[in-house]
């Protein structure tokens, strides 16, 4: 078959559901979680687009409590499991285009979810059309399952495995990786590290927007201070300052990245806190502002680097300090062999804070020579040519550790991340396409594997 010829056929049907869906603002929204709704209103319209998506096109739709949207086809024989997720990360500032426009240019759709994780999710829908619209799906079924929680630590698939009894597929992937496809994950432990304390003259600090991404600007409100005005200028940090009769107000820049990436990343608050500590002659702080730039650990003696899984990471992203505590958030990374709970009181111990674990999942490992993996990578191969591609082991968290029999498979191309979690997000148009094609051969060769 020609996949990519096929995928070619539902373009123009794809990019505008694409585009459309990017339309959506679906980050979580605590202020409008309700019944039905328990990510709140956007995340809520976002799976119910996805749900008149598959109703449109034939498909069998539940919408599994308000927490997932799951689209199923085919009447007998195993089932295969696609994963996805509908909700996306804050929009932030610094775009060029509209963070909700879902715009096209110059071959690309630019809007947050066009990579992580509307793109790769419209792109195995449609090859999902496609191969049911060519009666493809034959003694097998498919469930293609939106959740919509991904990006707070995936309680949405949690709840569809475990409460809502969702069906264990024999083979599943989940689009939302790299391609070609990922073996290993990280184990992924998330803390508050909390200390009670007086930073005066700061009054206030806020900043960050999600745990799972480098805190990319700093809010630090302060009594007025001309000299720390003038000091900021003089070193040439990058920073807004606005000023009145009694207070200063700084915004310090940094640069997003992933969790899972710190180190291409540039923390505000790691400037923000060395910058501060040393204007203010407050040790600490200033100590503190060079462990958080450490983000492997290195400063306090946290590094470690396993096999098969690679270097521990360490991310702050969250920062908040209300005149009586600071409060960060931690994303920590590591592979099979690290020592977890010896680093995380090292970094207690150097950063004189209070670590409380608010989330946990253990380090995930695929036999390369399993039938998923190997079938998977042949679909890759064949369709890509990029006959010399080897499966990934990543620092990124997916939904492969909430389902089971599934990998990440998907759908980014080496060199083209879609500024993930970042300003400007994008997937190319012929990306897209190619996304399809593969999810097409992908899915009919689990299908008749599992049989």
């Known amino acids: 078959m020609n996949y990519k010829k096929i995928a070619n056929i539902y373009r123009k049907e794809a990019l505008l559901a694409l585009e459309e869906w990017i339309k959506i603002a679906s980050p979580y929204e605590a202020?409008?979680?309700?019944?039905?709704?328990?990510?709140?209103?956007?995340?809520?319209?976002?799976?119910?687009?996805?749900?008149?998506?598959?109703?449109?096109?034939?498909?069998?739709?539940?919408?599994?409590?308000g927490y997932a949207t799951e689209l199923s086809i085919g009447d007998k024989g195993p089932l295969i499991g696609i994963y996805g997720h509908a909700d996306v990360v804050p929009a932030g500032d610094k775009w060029k285009h509209a963070p909700y426009g879902g715009t096209y240019d110059n071959g690309a759709i630019y809007g947050r979810g066009a990579t992580d994780d509307k793109g790769p999710m419209i792109a195995a829908f449609f090859a999902l059309k496609a191969l049911k619209d060519n009666g493809l799906i034959q003694n097998f079924r498919v469930k293609i399952?939106?959740?919509?929680?991904?990006?707070?630590?995936?309680?949405?698939?949690?709840?569809y495995f475990q409460e809502h009894k969702g069906e264990?597929?024999?083979?599943?992937?989940?689009?939302d990786s790299d391609w070609p496809l990922i073996y290993g994950e990280?184990?992924?432990?998330?803390?508050n590290l909390t200390r009670i304390c007086d930073l005066s003259p700061i009054v206030a600090m806020d900043g960050g927007s999600v745990p799972n991404a480098v805190c990319d600007s700093l809010l630090v409100t302060m009594t007025k201070n001309e000299k720390i005005e003038k000091s900021l200028k003089a070193q040439g940090i990058d920073a807004d300052i606005l000023s009145n009769d009694a207070l200063t107000m700084i915004r310090f820049k940094g640069k997003a990245a992933h969790g899972s990436t710190p180190e291409n990343g540039k923390n505000a608050a790691a400037i923000a806190f060395s910058f501060l500590g040393k204007e203010c002659q407050n040790v600490w702080l200033e100590k503190l502002g060079s462990l958080i730039a450490s983000s492997d650990g290195a400063?306090?003696?946290?590094?470690?680097?396993?096999?098969?899984?690679?270097?521990?990471?360490?991310?702050?992203?969250?920062?908040n300090y209300d005149g009586k505590r600071l409060?960060?958030?931690?994303?920590?990374?590591?592979?099979?062999?690290?020592?977890?709970?010896?680093?995380?009181?090292?970094l207690a111990e150097a950063s004189k804070m209070n670590p409380v674990m608010v989330s946990e999942h253990s380090h995930l490992l695929f036999d390369k020579k399993s039938d998923l993996v190997k079938t998977l990578l042949s679909a890759y191969r064949s369709v890509s040519h990029d006959y010399f591609a080897k499966p990934l082991a990543i620092g990124g968290g997916?939904?492969?550790?909430?389902?089971?029999?599934?990998?990440?498979?998907?759908?980014?191309?080496?060199?083209?991340?879609?500024?993930?979690?970042?300003?400007?997000?994008?997937?190319?148009?012929?990306?897209?396409?190619?996304?399809m094609a593969i999810y097409m051969k992908a899915i009919l060769s689990l299908g008749k594997k599992a049989q």
């Open 31 to 65: 202020s409008s979680v309700a019944p039905g709704a328990p990510f709140g209103k956007g995340v809520k319209k976002s799976l119910e687009f996805f749900a008149n998506l598959g109703k449109k096109n034939g498909f069998q739709v539940d919408m599994c409590d």
């Open 145 to 159: 399952v939106a959740g919509g929680d991904e990006e707070r630590g995936s309680s949405c698939l949690r709840y």
């Open 168 to 175: 264990k597929p024999k083979f599943g992937f989940t689009p």
């Open 186 to 191: 990280k184990g992924m432990l998330g803390y």
């Open 299 to 319: 400063f306090f003696g946290g590094a470690h680097t396993s096999a098969e899984l690679g270097k521990a990471t360490y991310n702050y992203g969250l920062v």
């Open 327 to 346: 409060s960060l958030s931690l994303d920590f990374r590591f592979g099979e062999t690290c020592p977890a709970e010896e680093c995380i009181q090292k």
């Open 398 to 435: 997916t939904y492969a550790k909430e389902a089971p029999n599934t990998v990440a498979f998907g759908a980014c191309f080496k060199g083209r991340d879609g500024n993930m979690h970042a300003p400007e997000e994008y997937i190319l148009e012929k990306d897209l396409l190619l996304d």
